[in-house]
């Protein structure tokens, strides 16, 4: 059974920092790209940062020079440091992780079920 387990959310006042964590179960073969995303309330759900297998990365434009994205693949894990958080930042935020089981024909993708981050003004 694929499980993508978030951990990290939680409340922090305007301008502090949280570092959310995604570790993927041990059904992946191969992982290409690891992804965070966030929801709203009333909103779309939005890429906030991806990092693919290499080692790119591309982030939204609202929180660059604010989130790093950074994988360690030998654990299947993904990480999102976010620094000087806004009130703005408040939302469900949602590990995404594209890649190839060991017993699948195709790379799929696959959703955590989301932590929440609250920022206070």
């Known amino acids: 059974q694929v499980q993508l387990v978030e951990s990290g959310g939680g409340l922090v006042q305007a301008g502090g920092s949280l570092r959310l964590s995604c570790a993927a179960s041990r059904s992946f073969f191969r992982i290409n790209t690891m992804a965070w995303y966030r929801q709203a309330p009333g909103k779309q759900r939005e890429l906030v940062a991806a990092?693919?297998?290499?080692?790119?990365?591309n982030y939204a434009d609202s929180v660059k020079g604010r989130f790093t994205i950074s994988r360690d693949n030998a654990k299947n894990t993904v990480y999102l440091q976010m620094n000087s958080l806004k009130p703005e930042d408040t939302a469900v935020y949602y590990c995404n992780a594209e890649g190839l089981l060991r017993d699948g024909l195709k790379s799929e993708e696959y959703w955590g079920q989301g932590t929440q981050v609250t920022v206070s003004s």
């Open positions: 990092a693919t297998r290499v080692g790119s990365t």
